[in-house]
């Protein structure tokens, strides 16, 4: 038994809350899918993928985190994603951070088993799972494939499969965070919400990732598959060269920008030429690592 639930005001609280942040995307009920990357980008939050191996411990297995600075009275939001993490869970990852965007929390780690017991992780799955698949949206998919009814009571386990696979594809929210919006609107009992949670449905010989791949296996294989990006969302590193080419900042530093996220920038198309001040920044930089070695 839960130490803390969320109340139907809460509830409520939460889909109005992400009703009107799908509204600035202007999508209405359509799947957010991949959207939610464009959406966290006109939010002004920097976008950090990393590939964090797991210690070994689901418990301490790093998903995501919030971060939010204040300098001289300007903030500056980050999201750092672990891309070692399939891509379905970094997308329910990204929504849940929004969460605490919104709540203007300063910082928050994001692990894969959230608490919960924690009414605020309770607040922020929540939201993750109606901005990615909204209630109304999820009980008219029900409806149109179960004549007009919400119980799913007398479907067959692989029905229910069939189901949940086409959801997963067309909205990209996880499997298990699928089965638990089905328990949670009452379309589904808890004896069958318990043999859907045991599913391994990462295997690719389990019923789940059989039917998955006969839907849309194009999308099913990326969803169950981890990325391992890295370095930073494109547009911020347009920003960078951007700098570059309006002298805002040196070739050196451009190079050392770059150089973090392991990108050259002749992949940019910049012309290869430097001024004298780039020789001499990158002269005592050389001269510098010399003296330390």
């Not at 770059?258 to 990108?263: G, H, P, R, V």
């Not at 012309?271 to 050389?286: A, R």
Request: glycine share 4%.
């Amino acid at each position: 038994m839960k130490d803390k639930e969320l109340t139907y005001n809460d509830i409520y609280v939460l889909a109005e809350m992400a009703k009107e942040k799908r509204r600035e995307l202007d999508i209405g009920l359509s799947p957010m899918g991949d959207n939610i990357l464009k959406f966290i980008r006109e939010k002004g939050i920097k976008l950090i993928y990393m590939a964090i191996e797991n210690n070994g411990d689901d418990d301490l297995f790093f998903s995501a985190v919030y971060v939010c600075l204040n300098e001289d009275g300007t903030k500056y939001k980050f999201i750092g994603l672990n891309t070692n993490d399939y891509y379905d869970n970094q997308i329910f990852a990204l929504a849940h951070e929004l969460y605490h965007y919104y709540e203007e929390t300063n910082i928050h780690l994001c692990r894969i088993s959230n608490d919960d017991n924690s009414l605020r992780e309770l607040k922020a799955n929540r939201f993750s799972a109606e901005f990615l698949l909204p209630t109304e949206k999820l009980e008219k998919e029900i409806k149109n494939v179960n004549k007009g009814k919400i119980n799913l009571g007398s479907w067959k386990h692989a029905t229910l499969l069939r189901l949940i696979a086409r959801l997963h594809c067309e909205y990209r929210l996880p499997y298990k965070a699928i089965v638990r919006r089905l328990l949670e609107i009452e379309a589904i009992a808890e004896p069958q919400y318990i043999d859907l949670y045991k599913e391994n449905t990462r295997s690719i010989d389990s019923d789940y990732y059989i039917i998955g791949e006969s839907i849309n296996p194009e999308i099913f294989k990326v969803l169950n598959s981890k990325t391992k990006k890295i370095g930073v969302d494109g547009n911020d590193l347009e920003n960078i060269v951007a700098n570059y080419e309006e002298d805002i900042i040196s070739m050196k530093e451009l190079i050392d920008s770059l150089d973090m996220f392991d990108k050259k920038f002749k992949e940019f198309g910049i012309e290869e030429y430097v001024d004298i001040s780039d020789l001499e920044d990158m002269s005592d930089m050389f001269e510098d690592e010399a003296y330390e070695s």
